[in-house]
């Protein structure tokens, strides 16, 4: 048992784009296109509209709590990774707010950072930590969860983009931006991978380095932003 919170992977290795990766993502898209099947079920039943995202989202803010404790037991970045200035970081704290409001204002804002989870978890960066170690359920679940969120609410809840969302996400998304970068010169960091590309493989490593970098990767994040609200279902003006 201790093997499964300590600070190594145990016999279980996780390696991007094997087959571990893919069944994590295909259980992920079964929960989701179930969620979809099931949405007219989920709408008739009040109580389980209001109460399933809640119960799913319980365990993974308590995993979410635990991945601090565990970094702060094994001395990883204790303090990095408690601030929450990552997309998902962001995003997770999001949900729940979003799962106990059921606010539009929020989700509207939630729908383009939930990208970042999704690409988490097409590109995960956490070591090789396999499902005999508690930091692969923190990612999967966690990452998982924002993203399957985002499809309860657009297909169950029925959440569409209101005129001016893209405005607001601007609005919301710039100065965070420049937050971000002064934080990550200030203090040697790497916050939302502003200031180079992730640990593992990932399109980001195409962009280069340096202020070259940084200005690819911003227009990558309007351009997925963009590609976002494009194919979101919209509410009538």
């Not at 016999?11 to 007219?40: C, I, N, P």
């Not at 635990?66 to 949900?95: G, K, Q, R």
């Amino acid at each position: 048992m201790s093997a499964f919170f300590g600070p190594e992977p145990v016999r279980l290795q996780f390696k991007q784009f094997s087959w571990l990766h893919a069944a994590s993502l295909g259980g992920l898209a079964v929960g989701s296109a179930a969620t979809v099947a099931l949405r007219k079920y989920f709408r008739n039943n009040p109580r389980l509209r209001r109460w399933t995202p809640i119960a799913l989202g319980c365990p993974v803010w308590a995993l979410e709590i635990v991945y601090h404790a565990w970094n702060y037991v094994h001395d990883f970045n204790f303090v990095v990774n408690l601030v929450p200035l990552e997309l998902c970081s962001i995003a997770l704290w999001m949900t729940v707010a979003i799962c106990f409001t059921r606010s539009q204002a929020i989700f509207e804002i939630y729908y383009f950072l939930s990208v970042g989870a999704l690409a988490a978890l097409a590109f995960p960066d956490f070591g090789a930590y396999g499902p005999d170690h508690i930091r692969y359920w923190m990612y999967f679940a966690c990452h998982g969860f924002i993203v399957w969120l985002t499809v309860w609410m657009l297909a169950v809840e029925g959440q569409r983009l209101r005129p001016g969302t893209f405005r607001r996400l601007l609005m919301v998304i710039a100065p965070l931006i420049g937050l971000i970068r002064f934080v990550n010169k200030k203090f040697n960091t790497n916050y939302m991978y502003l200031a180079g590309p992730t640990g593992s493989s990932s399109p980001l490593d195409f962009l280069g380095t340096g202020l070259g970098y940084f200005i690819k990767l911003i227009l990558l994040v309007l351009a997925a932003f963009t590609l976002l609200y494009l194919i979101a279902p919209k509410a009538r003006a």
